[in-house]
């Protein structure tokens, strides 16, 4: 009967044996790698902190978007030149109400355009101003169109439309609002539409609206 031998040992090249050479040393972790991780699991929990404190603060003062709406337009002028470069005279009054009863905001950047069948025929820029809580702000607007080219059908439409005595127009605003509740305030995009009616100028006035606002 053959005793079986273990094989011997395979030794590295420094002379230990390999499988001691293929195991790494303990060392102990860095105080450092210790303290960053310390780090991470505090602001973890203060971003979590922040969230849960934001939603009980939206729940308990429920934030309401401002709205954009009017309440009335002239049409002054509107003709064509040579026979598709509109030229053109519209006020309207821009009505801005802020319906929260906790929350101030501020119109940090306020645009108007001003579209005939979705083409852009006058703009303004409104400066910024501020909505105290359950305040209503009017605003007049004057949007000129000077030279504005139309293509054939579209103008060919305007002609149509002051001939039957009723022009229509769409209002858009874009603005940067900035809600402000005690110390905290957030930011945000609010996009107003109107579609708008009139009659034909020289006194031309408004006859229906549609306007809604949104995020």
Request: aromatic letters at 12%; a positive charge; hydrophobic letters at 45%.
């Amino acid at each position: 009967m053959k005793l079986l031998r273990p094989d011997p040992p395979e030794y590295s090249a420094g002379g230990r044996p390999r499988t001691q050479a293929l195991l790494r040393p303990h060392r102990r972790t860095n105080p450092f790698i210790w303290f960053a991780a310390f780090l991470c699991v505090i602001l973890i929990l203060l971003l979590i902190a922040a969230g849960i404190l934001t939603l009980i603060i939206f729940l308990i003062i429920k934030p309401r978007n401002p709205s954009f709406d009017t309440s009335s337009a002239t049409l002054n002028a509107i003709y064509l030149d040579s026979p598709a470069y509109l030229n053109s005279d519209l006020t309207f009054l821009a009505n801005f109400s802020n319906p929260n009863t906790k929350i101030d905001v501020v119109f940090e950047y306020a645009s108007i355009e001003l579209y005939f069948l979705n083409r852009l025929v006058a703009a303004q820029l409104l400066p910024p101003f501020v909505q105290r809580r359950g305040e209503a702000k009017l605003q007049a607007v004057h949007m000129i169109s000077s030279q504005v080219y139309l293509p054939p059908e579209i103008a060919l439409e305007l002609v149509t439309q002051v001939r039957s005595n009723r022009v229509f127009y769409s209002v858009r605003g874009t603005f940067r609002v900035r809600a402000i509740f005690g110390v905290g305030h957030f930011s945000y995009w609010l996009y107003g539409r109107c579609q708008i009616e009139l009659t034909s100028p020289p006194s031309g006035v408004l006859v229906a609206r549609s306007c809604r606002t949104k995020r």
